[in-house]
């Protein structure tokens, strides 16, 4: 079993920076990738931001130019860098980790709030 905690959600002012950090544990032999994605109220879970094992990263056009991935291997570990953020990024944020045999698991979300 994954296992797959994170951390650094919080309310933050338009224009401000937040990082969020995933730390998977567990049952882990081969990651293919891990991501971010979020969901806000009454809309559908969205890809953020995803790192295969290779450093291959991946964003949405809506974050391009200001969110960053990033991931330690040794700590089987994963950031969200987010600056500029605006009232827009609202959401639920999760991590996945997708192991080399395409399983998916999911944390169980960090409130992001970005508000004046």
């Known amino acids: 079993q994954v296992q797959l905690v994170e951390s650094g959600g919080g309310l933050v002012q338009p224009g401000g920076s937040l990082r969020l950090s995933c730390a998977a544990s567990?049952?882990?032999?081969?990651?293919?990738?891990m991501g971010w994605y979020r969901q806000a109220p009454g809309k559908q879970r969205e890809l953020v931001a995803s790192i295969g094992s290779g450093g291959n990263t991946d964003y949405a056009d809506s974050v391009k130019g200001r969110f960053t991935i990033s991931r330690d291997n040794a700590k089987n570990t994963v950031y969200l860098q987010m600056n500029s953020l605006k009232p827009e990024d609202t959401a639920i944020y999760y991590c996945?980790?997708?192991?080399?045999?395409?399983?998916?698991?999911w944390g169980q979300g960090t409130q992001v709030t970005v508000s004046s």
């Open positions: 567990g049952s882990i032999f081969s990651i293919r990738s």
């Open positions: 996945k980790l997708q192991s080399a045999w395409r399983k998916d698991y």
